[in-house]
C-alpha cells in the first residue's frame, strides 16, 4: 500500500474510530460515520507523502510518528457525494467547544483552531482538494498517536452528536424470561413479534445479566458491575442510589435524545429525576400483582402517583403506555431512547382467561420433559445448539412427567406464563408496528432480553401456603383493595386470577432455561444467560443470524453512548461516576469481530463464577469447590475438568480474586 494513491492508502474515518476504540479500552467513539452522513478519510500528512512511507508506519494509531515526534498532521477528505455543505460539515467539527476555539472567517477558506490551550490543532478547508487539512502541535512529553487520539476523540462523537440521524433505541427487558422460552430460541410460546426481531435482525448466544432483578437493572442502566454502583449482587431489590453512577438515560437526555421508559423501576428517586423525560410504571419494592394496587408498589405517571383504572391489568397497561410513548417518541424532532422494562413472566402466575386458553392443550399433552426434548431438538435446527454440544441434565430432583398425579394443575402452571409472555409479545408487535407507520423503524435499534434466568420458585407439587400467603396469615394486607389472596395453588385453586399468587416451579422453570444448567440467582449458565435480540435495519442488513461473541448487560451503556456519539463522562452533576466498564456491542452489529472483555465475573446469590474466552470456573456455593467448564463444548455445565486442569483452575481463580477486590464484591 503506497501513501501516494489517494484511494488505496487512504483509511477511512470508521476503520480509525475502530482502532481508537481498540485501544482505548473505556472509551466508545461512534463509528456509524460510514453509514450516514459525509464520508471522512484520513489520509497520510505530508511528511509521510514526502517519504513515501507505508500507512503501517504509522504504527497502530494509523497516524504519523515518523514524520516528527511533534507534529501531526492529517487531510481529512470530504467524499465528493456528501450532501452537507462544507460549512456545515466545520459546523459539526468544531461546534462543540465554541469556547475553545477562534473561527477565523466564515469561507470555505476558513480556518478553524483552538480546541483547548495545551494543542493547537488547526484545520483548513482545501477547495482544491475538497479536503479538510487537520493539523496539531502534540503537548510536549505527549505521545504523538496518543494526542491525536485525543484530538479526534474531541471531533467523533460530536460530529455525529450533531447529525440528525442518530439511531433511535428501544430497550425492551422482560422479567424471569428463560433462555429457550421464545419461538427463535427454541420455544414452544407463541412469540411471533419478538421472533420478528430475529428473523430481521441478530440473536446474540452468549450475552450475560446478573443473575436477579435489581443487580442485572444496575449493571444495565450505568455500565458498570452492580458491585461496583453499590449494589451487593444477591439482591432482588436493593435500594440503588446511584451516587456513584450516571445512567444511560441521563447522558443520553443530555446529549439531546427524548428519553422515556414504562416499566420496573427500583430507583430511590423518581425515574423522571434520573434522566426520563416520561416515566410509567410502579416503584418496584415488593412482590406485585398483575391485576390490582398493591402495596410498596406505587405507580406513577411522570412525577405525579397515578390511579389504578377498574380494568388494570399491567402488562396491558405497559403495552399502552409503551405505545403512547413511542408514538409522541416518533412524532418528536429527537432521536429517543425508549426503555420498557416489562415484569412479565415474573411470579406471580396472573394472565387473562383468554391468553391463558390457547395454551392448555398444548402443556395437557405434553409435559416439561417432552418440551425440554423438542426444545433441544429445535435449538440444533437453528443453530443455538452446536452439534457435539452437552445440554445439561435434567434436573436430579425434578418429578417424571409421566407419573405426574397433577398434570392439568401443572400445564395450567405452565399456560399461565406462556400467556404472560404471549402478552410481551402482542405489545412488541404494536411498537414495531408504531416505528414501522413511521418510517423510524429503520433507524431505530430494537433490543430484546431478560434481566435473568427462569425462576425455580414454585414447588413440584400442590401447595396450601406460599410467598407469605398462608391459612394462618392475614392475607388482605397486601391488595390495597383489601381483599384476601386465597393462599397456595394446586388443582382446586388453579393460577390465574386476581386473588391467586404463585409460580410455575423448578421442573418448567429447567425447560424454559434449556439447554443450560440451574436457574435464577444462580451463577450457572441457567441464571446468568439471557436472549438478546438486536433488530436494526440500516446497520444489521442479513436477518436471521447468530453470533457467540460474548457480552453482558453493562455493555449497553457502551453501545447507546457509542451509537448517539456521547463520550463517557469524568463528571456528571456533581457526580464523578466510577469508569465504565462495558464495550460497545456496535461492531458485532456491523458483523465484525470485537474486542471483547478480557473476563467476566459474577457473584451471585448462589455462586460465584468467571469466565475468560471459553472456559468458566464456577462455585455453587462459597463452601463448595471451583468447577471448571469448556462452554464451547459443554454448554450445560456437565463435565468438570477442574481436577484434569489445577493450573487452569488457579490461574483463573486468581483472576476473580483480582476482580473480587477491585469491583468490591463479597
Ligand atoms: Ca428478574
Not at 70 to 89: C, D, G, K, N, Y
Request: a neutral charge; glycine letters at 10%; one cysteine or more.
Amino acid at each position: 500500500m503506497d501513501h501516494g494513491s489517494d484511494d488505496r492508502s487512504a483509511i477511512t474515518n470508521a476503520r480509525f474510530a475502530r482502532r481508537v476504540v481498540r485501544q482505548s479500552p473505556g472509551v466508545s467513539v461512534a463509528t456509524r460515520i460510514n453509514q450516514t452522513g459525509p464520508r471522512l478519510k484520513i489520509e497520510p500528512c505530508d511528511s509521510c507523502h514526502l517519504r513515501r512511507k507505508r500507512l503501517s508506519s504509522h504504527g497502530r494509531s494509523g497516524f504519523c510518528s515518523v514524520a516528527s515526534p511533534l507534529r501531526l498532521s492529517m487531510l481529512v477528505r470530504i467524499q465528493p457525494a456528501a450532501r452537507w455543505s462544507v460549512s456545515e460539515v466545520r459546523n459539526l467539527l468544531f461546534a462543540p467547544k465554541p469556547e475553545a476555539m477562534a473561527l477565523q472567517g466564515a469561507s470555505e477558506n476558513a480556518i478553524a483552531s483552538g480546541f483547548g490551550s495545551n494543542k493547537n490543532p488547526v484545520a483548513t478547508y482545501e477547495p482544491d482538494h475538497k479536503a479538510w487539512s487537520l493539523s496539531m502541535m502534540a503537548k510536549t512529553g505527549c505521545r504523538p498517536e496518543l494526542a491525536c487520539v485525543l484530538f479526534f476523540l474531541c471531533l467523533l462523537p460530536q460530529r455525529v452528536a450533531a447529525g440528525a440521524d442518530r439511531p433511535n433505541i428501544v430497550l425492551i427487558m422482560v422479567d424471569d424470561m428463560g433462555w429457550s422460552d421464545l419461538g427463535c430460541y427454541g420455544g414452544e410460546i407463541d412469540t411471533p413479534h419478538i421472533d420478528s426481531l430475529a428473523r430481521d435482525g441478530l440473536r446474540f448466544t452468549r450475552f450475560y445479566n446478573n443473575a436477579v432483578c435489581g443487580a442485572t437493572r444496575a449493571s444495565l442502566l450505568t455500565g458498570l458491575y452492580c458491585q461496583q454502583t453499590g449494589h451487593r449482587g444477591d439482591r432482588w431489590n436493593e435500594p440503588k442510589d446511584f451516587s456513584r453512577c450516571v445512567l444511560i438515560p441521563e447522558l443520553l437526555q443530555a446529549n439531546g435524545y427524548h428519553t422515556a421508559m414504562v416499566g420496573k423501576w427500583q430507583g430511590r428517586d423518581l425515574a423522571v429525576k434520573r434522566g426520563f423525560d416520561r416515566f410509567f410504571g410502579p416503584n418496584c419494592r415488593g412482590k406485585i400483582s398483575y391485576w390490582d394496587a398493591v402495596v410498596q408498589n406505587d405507580f406513577s405517571l411522570d412525577d405525579q402517583p397515578w390511579a389504578f383504572p377498574d380494568d388494570f391489568f399491567m402488562t396491558d397497561a405497559f403495552n399502552d403506555y409503551s405505545v403512547e410513548f413511542l408514538q409522541d417518541a416518533v412524532a418528536g424532532e429527537k432521536p429517543f431512547f425508549l426503555y420498557v422494562g416489562y415484569i412479565a413472566p415474573h411470579w406471580p402466575l396472573h394472565a387473562r382467561e383468554e391468553t391463558i386458553a390457547p395454551y392448555r392443550e398444548r402443556y395437557r399433552q405434553t409435559g416439561w420433559d417432552g418440551w425440554r426434548e423438542a426444545r433441544l431438538a429445535r435449538q440444533r435446527e437453528l443453530g443455538l445448539l452446536p452439534a457435539g454440544a452437552t445440554p445439561a441434565a435434567r434436573g436430579r430432583f425434578v418429578p417424571d412427567w409421566s407419573k405426574d398425579p397433577n398434570k392439568d394443575w401443572q400445564a395450567e402452571r405452565m399456560s399461565v406464563y406462556a400467556a404472560q409472555i404471549s402478552n410481551v409479545d402482542r405489545g412488541v408487535g404494536r411498537l414495531l408496528e408504531v416505528l414501522e407507520q413511521s418510517g423510524a423503524d429503520e433507524n431505530t435499534l430494537v433490543l430484546f432480553l431478560s434481566d435473568n434466568g427462569a425462576a425455580p420458585d414454585g414447588g413440584f407439587g400442590p401447595s396450601s401456603s406460599g410467598f407469605g400467603f398462608s391459612p394462618q396469615a392475614n392475607n388482605a394486607r397486601w391488595r390495597k383493595d383489601g381483599v384476601a389472596i386465597r393462599p397456595g395453588s394446586g388443582p382446586d385453586l388453579l393460577p390465574g386470577p386476581p386473588d391467586t399468587f404463585s409460580a410455575y416451579g423448578l421442573a418448567w422453570a429447567l425447560t424454559s432455561n434449556t439447554p443450560l444448567r440451574d436457574a435464577k440467582q444462580s451463577a450457572y449458565e441457567g441464571g446468568i444467560r439471557t436472549p438478546l435480540i438486536a433488530r436494526w435495519p440500516t446497520v444489521i442488513t442479513q436477518g436471521g443470524g447468530l453470533t457467540s461473541q460474548a457480552g453482558h448487560v453493562m455493555d449497553m451503556m457502551a453501545t447507546c453512548l457509542d451509537l448517539a456519539g456521547v463520550e463517557y463522562p469524568v463528571e456528571f452533576q456533581g457526580r464523578r461516576p466510577v469508569p465504565m466498564e462495558g464495550r460497545s456491542l456496535a461492531p458485532i452489529f456491523r458483523g465484525e469481530q470485537r474486542q471483547g472483555h478480557e473476563l467476566l465475573a459474577w457473584k451471585c446469590a448462589r455462586g460465584r463464577a468467571i469466565q475468560i474466552g471459553d472456559w468458566k470456573l464456577v462455585r455453587p456455593r462459597d463452601n463448595q469447590p471451583w468447577e471448571l467448564y469448556n462452554l464451547e463444548t459443554d454448554i450445560g455445565e456437565t463435565h468438570n475438568l477442574a481436577v484434569d486442569q489445577p493450573d487452569r483452575v488457579n490461574r483463573m481463580a486468581a483472576k476473580y480474586e483480582a476482580w473480587r477486590q477491585r469491583v468490591g464484591a463479597k
